[in-house]
């Protein structure tokens, strides 16, 4: 019969070995915080006790702070997880270095509803392979699905839910695979700022963290969606919007004809209606819309990806911020007084819960307030996280609270509250927001447009995964045009036809210049143009890259060779072998 008790005899007799062997310190010890190394973590029990006696416990270098390993993954996002997986399944000493303390990305950070057979236009579920794959098929066994899951795929049927999950779900699967494959995760570390990469030549050397880790490895994987580690490491990007021109693109740089998620009603845009000299509404960007094609700093808009629900034993009800403002919402307003409709969340991931991103202009995206997110400092990204949970707490109770929504609305919002069961270290809230575009890196090979479009596409020779999603690009400003207010910038509206192909990963896109870094691969941070960018940036297609870079990187390892000069051949029969997907299979 299981005990009770808190602890057990072994457990007990363990804490009692850690208390009689440090007894003279205790006037010592509770006189300063607790500093445990987070090399070697303290057993969770101890941690426990030592919580319960009021003391803080927190994470400090040891006196050996120093890990090595064959491979280092910085970012724990999807991509570094498969990548993590993949390199220590083939034999390698695997370090996955995780700023936070949660491994999967958005993944586990509310994108339950995976963009996977959920458009009516094409279905893009047969270039799930590898890896990907694998992490499907757990989640499904996690729901008691395997069987639909695999008659599924042998009869290439569309069923969307079936790939789609809950955060805390595919968090389990990804905590529980690195465990299985033996991986290394340190969480809790983030790149330090300042001199938080060692290189010699062109090579990097190790990384040292905040708290003052240093992990020393023989290959890099960047797998952050910001790429922090590619700037530290001084290699190329680029972050904003290029212009038509730079890469003979049509959909790049300033829209003026954005039809996509254009708002159906004429709202001014104006403090005072009709007064252009009282100042733009909140949310509305001031300045001029620029030419069509041209070059332009802003790009697509984040969101908070919510898991919601309207179960009362699980729901966490949305309160009023602190720091409310209901002129912030003015926007919101006058578009229903004019008769516009903003239809609330639904349900669109198992047990009745959803991940609400961005359905409406006015509801979900943070349009023109993150462009310079990717290369800002931690406290200003931090800052810029803070002002965007207060912007959308804000809209969820103005939907339901405010006099001005009518109640046909009003009920469409009514209900829905936090999860009691997710994120349950933040009170229901995701820690981080949908990061939609960070860095790209820019590298002998670029991928552009012309790769991913249907009529006379460009070739990729040296594909290791494919690209199968159109350029999903949100709006990046909300302007005024013609004295009204008006979104600039979306792109999806061009999915609706089919002009967009599937299109292989090109190994070259993921790999820097040879004279910037000879060491460092990057799944999430591709070398891509922005519109190109768009189509790639799909969690499944993460994974997929993370596997094949860590591939890559393997093989790097093993034959003593910088990750430019890796057999494509080579690369090619072993991705094969492990049953990803490199071109579109035969119907």
Not at 74 to 90: K, L, R
Not at 91 to 113: D, F, N, P, Y
Not at 458 to 464: F, G, R
Request: glycine residues 10%.
């Amino acid at each position: 019969m299981r005990s009770n008790a808190f602890f057990s005899s072994r457990q007990r007799g363990t804490v009692l070995r850690y208390l009689s062997g440090t007894l003279a310190l205790w006037p010592v010890v509770l006189a300063m915080p607790l500093c445990y190394s987070p090399i070697v973590k303290l057993p969770r029990f101890l941690l426990a006790v030592l919580a319960s006696l009021g003391l803080t416990v927190a994470s400090c270098p040891a006196e050996s702070n120093r890990v090595e390993a064959d491979i280092c993954i910085y970012g724990g996002t999807s991509a570094g997880a498969v990548a993590a997986v993949q390199a220590a399944t083939m034999g390698k000493s695997v370090v996955l270095v995780e700023a936070g303390q949660h491994i999967g990305g958005m993944s586990v950070e509310g994108l339950g509803g995976t963009d996977i057979d959920n458009h009516a236009g094409f279905q893009n579920s047969p270039a799930v392979g590898g890896l990907a794959l694998e992490f499907y098929r757990r989640i499904a066994g996690n729901y008691g699905r395997q069987e639909a899951f695999e008659a599924m795929l042998r009869a290439r049927e569309k069923k969307p839910a079936l790939w789609r999950f809950e955060p805390h779900v595919a968090e389990a699967v990804f905590d529980a695979w690195m465990k299985e494959a033996g991986v290394r995760v340190l969480r809790g570390h983030r790149l330090a700022e300042k001199d938080g990469v060692k290189k010699e030549g062109a090579r990097i050397v190790s990384l040292r963290t905040e708290n003052g880790a240093e992990i020393a490895a023989k290959v890099f994987i960047d797998a952050t969606y910001e790429g922090d580690l590619l700037d530290f490491a001084g290699v190329s990007f680029a972050v904003g919007r290029e212009g038509n021109a730079k890469y003979h693109e049509t959909k790049n740089g300033i829209r003026t004809d954005t039809k996509h998620g254009q708002l159906d009603r004429r709202i001014d845009p104006y403090k005072t209606p009709g007064d252009a000299t009282s100042g733009v509404l909140f949310g509305v960007q001031d300045e001029p819309l620029g030419e069509h094609g041209e070059p332009n700093e802003a790009i697509q808009g984040y969101a908070f990806r919510l898991c919601l629900t309207k179960d009362p034993a699980n729901r966490i009800p949305i309160t009023k911020p602190d720091n409310y403002d209901s002129a912030h919402h003015e926007l919101q307003r006058r578009y229903l007084a004019a008769g516009g409709g903003i239809p609330g969340p639904h349900s669109s991931i198992p047990n009745g819960k959803t991940d609400p991103g961005s359905w409406h202009s006015l509801a979900g995206n943070f349009t023109g307030w993150n462009h310079h997110y990717p290369t800002a400092s931690y406290a200003e990204r931090e800052k810029m996280v803070k002002n965007s949970r207060d912007y959308i707490q804000g809209v969820y109770w103005f939907m339901v609270n405010d006099p001005a929504v009518p109640e046909k609305i009003r009920k469409l919002w009514e209900g829905w509250g936090l999860c009691r069961d997710e994120f349950t270290d933040n009170g229901g809230w995701p820690r981080i927001f949908y990061v939609r575009n960070g860095r790209r890196m820019v590298s002998d090979f670029v991928l552009t447009e012309a790769h991913v479009r249907k009529e006379n596409p460009a070739p990729v020779e040296d594909s290791v995964g494919l690209i199968w999603w159109p350029p999903d690009l949100h709006h990046a400003r909300r302007l005024v045009k013609d004295g009204a207010v008006w979104n600039e910038g979306a792109v999806f509206d061009a999915s609706k036809t089919a002009d967009w192909i599937p299109c292989g990963i090109p190994y070259r896109s993921l790999v820097p210049k040879a004279s910037e870094c000879t060491n460092l691969l990057t799944p999430t941070c591709p070398s891509s143009s922005y519109v190109s960018y768009g189509a790639y940036r799909i969690e499944f297609i993460f994974m997929v890259a993370g596997q094949s870079a860590a591939t890559a990187a393997v093989v790097a390892v093993d034959e003593g060779l910088s990750v430019q000069k890796v057999s494509y051949t080579k690369l090619r029969e072993r991705l094969l072998k492990d049953g990803q997907v490199l071109a579109e299979p035969e119907k």
